[in-house]
T-cell receptor, first 113, second 112 residues
Framework: DGGITQSPKYLFRKEGQNVTLSCEQN?????MYWYRQDPGQGLRLIYY???????QKGDIAEGYSVSREKKESFPLTVTSAQKNPTAFYLC????????????FGPGTRLTVL | LAKTTQPISMDSYEGQEVNITCSHN???????ITWYQQFPSQGPRFIIQ???TKVTNEVASLFIPADRKSSTLSLPRVSLSDTAVYYC?????????????FGSGTRLSIRP
């Protein structure tokens, strides 16, 4: 089965700790994206990557970091610098920058205690 | 950057046709219109995409008038499972991902 997997589904962290969210895709897509969604709100773009070893900041990159060492993987680290990290995090991928269709993972709900 | 405006919420009943309109007055020549559906605690799912006139697939139809300043997503004979948030996006191919804006969407509630 092709698709995007995110793990874990639920994540709890203590304030001041860094945490890494996993995103893996086996769709052979070049482009990958990370979004944040707060309750009742739309999606906001954190980071995106159009190709391996390259990534760009989105609208709300402060307090987050990413890497793209492999085509299949685009992990997101939520650092202690992120002031309000509790949210629903969504990873997506698309064939390329032509933006025909983004495929989304199931999401990770992060709660900071 | 084409800004979109959608109704915050809509209600309908099972078996009805539902039309959700999105306004995008400053759409550019090369922009496409895309609609996504999102269920609670899940990632959005692509529904349909179009450039002009009418596009239809097994799930929905998308109507785009000649001036392209608005578009209407039409869901035929909705069921309870169509209760979700629907997002309208406007973007051009090969634009920066930061130009792809998911607004707050339209929260559609279907009643028995």
């Amino acid at each position: 089965d092709g698709g995007i997997t995110q793990s874990p589904k639920y994540l709890f962290r203590k304030e001041g700790q860094n945490v890494t969210l996993s995103c893996e895709q086996n769709l052979n897509h070049d482009a990958m994206y990370w979004y944040r969604q707060d309750p009742g709100q739309g999606l906001r773009l954190i980071y995106y990557s159009q190709i391996v070893n390259d990534f760009q900041k989105g609208d709300i990159a402060e307090g987050y970091s990413v890497s793209r060492e492999k085509k299949e993987s685009f992990p997101l680290t939520v650092t202690s610098a992120q002031k309000n990290p509790t949210a629903f995090y969504l990873c997506a991928s698309s064939w390329d920058r032509s933006y025909n269709e983004q495929f989304f993972g199931p999401g990770t709900r992060l709660t900071v205690l | 950057l084409a800004k979109t405006t959608q109704p915050i919420s809509m209600d309908s009943y099972e078996g009805q046709e539902v039309n959700i309109t999105c306004s995008h007055n400053n759409i550019a020549t090369n922009d496409y219109i895309t609609w996504y559906q999102q269920f609670p605690s899940q990632g959005p799912r692509f529904i349909i995409q179009g450039y002009k006139t009418k596009v239809t697939n097994e799930v929905a139809s998308l109507f785009i008038p000649a001036d392209r300043k608005s578009s209407t997503l039409s869901l035929p004979r909705v069921s309870l499972s169509d209760t979700a948030v629907y997002y309208c996006l406007v973007a051009r191919p090969y634009s920066s991902a930061s130009k792809i804006i998911f607004g707050s969407g339209t929260r559609l509630s279907i009643r028995p």
